[in-house]
């Protein structure tokens, strides 16, 4: 009896030993994972935080559906199985019933489906005026022009991307495992006849703790601590950023920084970057998108006519990325502009013209915006502006486009340019497709994509027929490219005898829209692009977040795209193999200070012709100057932060009632003491349970 009591005992201990690894199993059981989810992360600046958060265990609560108003005063006020986990459709998401939401204690979390196409009646989760305390506009510059005081630049903002929830949010994507949420909800907490649901309850689960608190200074203030103090320092933020891409027409020796003097340029600028709700989708198309693709084609057009017949001017080409947050990408070059660590200065910035929102124009029209008060108070600065939009009117007449200024007291739109004028009185112009208000509809939100931009193919072409398919927004994007390499080219001093050679191809514009807009891994890019860098080309389009590097050299993949791409444009090939293309030093010709060298794939029909291409592009830093002077309370430059996290997680299962949770407890409890009557029993008998069988003291013979 004993040695099989002790053989039972080490059974049931195998056994639970089992039943522990295998864990994972019975979690599956219990658990759906849900994998196509994106949160709402928090943000913060100098003096705010913004975004969402669970608890450090997560957020859960009893799924209902948001269809109605009855079902909000459900949730709200009357529903008896609160905290509730809200499952809504787009339409419900917007700031009236988000900010009830918010002021509830009944919330635990909203899920949000999101459809591929917006509310007609448009959407934006930023605020009406963006970028409203970095611009130039402010008490001592325009003080009647600040704070969008006579002009609302995104009339339809709710500003809920500025919001700070107590709980999470986390975005859906409308397809199967959607299904099963519904489905869920359906069987089990859907009362019959109107009666209150009876347990078990369908319910989800939504990790997305943050580590940052209050706003940049504290948080980097807490970053600083942990680095000086801890053995294992652990970063609570990290500062947004990436790289800004930007080339000279003609080369510049990049080895001297600071004032060049007898170089004079024109800045042709735009923005590489966007934003939404949630954390790292930005699709950007009429925002972002249709103005980097409109200098991309239009430096494809000028390179072989400036070539032949070079302006005296240089012509510098420049992306900025982090222009939704506070203007990241320009204010850093121009902060290093001033101070002598970029490879010219301010004053041989001639004039800038900068390409905004060109997508979505109202038949023929596009508006040039410049600065009331620079040209209000310096006579060149208003001479040379004149100049720039007659030029530009000229070249519009030619094409067929309808160039006009807007009120003369209005001020210029959220525009890279103003960082430059904060610093410097300079010539210049905002192009863009509104008057005052943006025509976007869907500023900064999920649904300014592809199909916003009129993007769209006919059902039955494969991928690489759509790839070449010329859409009529590439043929409108390509008449305004066209317009900017002519008038980037008379700015420049060049000669309008030259002008009809200059031409955007739509076929690269269409080309263009299709990588970046529908799917970046296509023929086109792959022989544009290194063909050793496997993880640049997906089968989707890329995000315009800009997000934070992961590594000192994360750099993001439109950054990367746009850095090959304007390479191929203005750059040559040439004969240098793949290890001399890396150091050319020493190679008749070549050099590393004027010029930069990619390897590509190239294009031989089908098959590959790798190469090496030479052009005058390279990357900087977009890091705001707020993190490098260590003012993280800033005023004048952009201080914003992401938290960091460790768990992102979103899953859904059946919770029991109050009462069967309670029993459940109870019995647990019962089986625990019962346990350790057991063991404390097994334990002080061991001596009579576990003792040996005496042998037989009788002799055998």
């Avoid at 994972?24 to 913004?50: D, G």
């Avoid at 486009?401 to 112009?429: D, K, W």
């Avoid at 290890?579 to 010709?589: A, I, L, R």
């Amino acid at each position: 009896m004993g040695p099989g009591f002790a053989k039972w005992i080490i059974t049931v201990a195998f056994c639970w030993l089992i039943q522990i690894a295998s864990g994972n199993s019975v979690e599956q059981k219990i658990y759906v994972e849900l994998n196509n989810t994106v949160p709402c992360v928090r943000l913060l600046n100098a003096t705010h935080q913004m975004g969402c958060q669970s608890s450090i265990s997560g957020n859960t609560g009893v799924l209902h559906m948001l269809e109605t108003d009855s079902d909000l005063d459900i949730i709200l006020r009357t529903g008896p199985h609160a905290p509730y986990m809200v499952l809504m459709d787009a339409g419900f998401f917007n700031s009236s019933i988000m900010l009830r939401m918010k002021n509830s204690t009944r919330i635990a979390g909203v899920a949000v489906v999101i459809p591929n196409s917006g509310p007609l009646e448009g959407f934006s989760p930023h605020n009406t005026c963006p970028n409203q305390h970095t611009g130039v506009y402010s008490d001592s510059y325009g003080p009647r022009l600040a704070d969008c005081n006579g002009t609302i630049w995104n009339r339809l903002g709710n500003g809920l991307s500025f919001e700070d929830f107590k709980f999470p949010i986390f975005s859906l994507k409308d397809d199967n495992q959607t299904g099963v949420i519904r489905k869920c909800v359906s069987d089990h907490n859907m009362g019959v006849n109107g009666s209150t649901p009876a347990f078990p309850l369908c319910a989800m689960q939504l990790f997305s703790h943050m580590h940052a608190v209050t706003s940049t200074a504290t948080c980097m203030r807490r970053n600083d601590i942990q680095n000086n103090y801890s053995l294992n320092p652990e970063t609570v933020c990290d500062p947004l950023g990436d790289y800004n891409v930007w080339a000279p027409l003609r080369p510049i020796n990049s080895t001297e920084k600071g004032h060049k003097a007898n170089e004079s340029v024109v800045v042709a600028a735009t923005r590489l970057d966007g934003r939404t709700f949630f954390w790292d989708i930005a699709t950007g198309a009429e925002g972002t998108v249709a103005g980097f693709v409109t200098l991309l084609a239009a430096s494809q057009a000028l390179k072989l006519t400036a070539r032949q017949a070079p302006p005296p001017r240089n012509i510098l080409f420049a992306f900025f990325q982090g222009e939704a947050f506070d203007y990241i990408g320009s204010s850093r070059m121009v902060y290093d502009m001033e101070n002598n660590n970029f490879l010219i200065d301010l004053e041989n910035v001639h004039s800038v013209l900068e390409i905004g929102q060109v997508g979505l124009r109202r038949g023929s029209e596009l508006w040039l915006h410049t600065d009331p008060v620079s040209r209000r108070n310096d006579t060149s600065v208003n001479t040379e502006v004149e100049k720039l939009l007659k030029n530009m009117t000229s070249v519009a007449a030619a094409l067929s486009l309808s160039l006009a200024e807007p009120n003369a007291t209005q001020p210029l739109p959220p525009s890279s340019f103003q960082r430059f004028l904060r610093s410097r009185q300079i010539p210049g112009v905002v192009l863009a497709d509104h008057q005052s208000a943006f025509n976007n509809r869907y500023y900064e939100s999920v649904y300014d994509n592809a199909a916003y931009l009129n993007v769209t193919y006919p059902s039955d072409l494969t991928p690489e027929e759509q790839l070449v398919f010329v859409t009529d927004t590439a043929k409108a994007l390509a008449e305004v490219a066209t317009l900017v390499a002519r008038s980037l080219y008379l700015q420049a001093g060049g000669e309008d005898s030259q002008l009809d050679n200059i031409t955007a191809d739509p076929n690269i514009v269409t080309q263009l829209l299709y990588g970046f807009l529908i799917q970046s891994n296509n023929s086109y890019f792959r022989s544009l692009t290194n063909p050793e860098d496997k993880s640049l080309l997906e089968s989707q389009a890329p995000q315009y977040y800009v997000g934070v590097p992961i590594t000192a050299n994360t750099i993001k993949r439109s950054t990367r795209m746009v850095q090959y791409l304007l390479a191929n444009y203005i750059g040559n090939p040439t004969s240098l193999n793949q290890s001399k293309c890396q150091d050319p030093s020493g190679m008749p010709g070549e050099s590393k200070e004027l010029y930069s060298y990619l390897w590509v794939r190239g294009a031989n029909g089908s098959e590959p012709s790798p190469f090496c291409v030479r052009s005058t592009v390279r990357r900087t830093h977009a890091i705001s100057p707020a993190f490098e002077l260590k003012q993280y309370d800033s005023q004048t430059y952009s201080t914003w932060t992401e938290s960091r996290w460790k768990l992102i997680r979103a899953r859904i299962f059946l919770v029991a009632s109050h009462e069967l949770e309670m029993l459940t407890l109870g019995v647990g409890l019962a089986v625990l003491l019962l346990s350790l009557f057991v063991t404390y029993f097994v334990s002080t008998k061991a001596d009579l349970i576990f003792a040996p069988a005496q042998e037989s003291t009788g002799t055998a013979y």
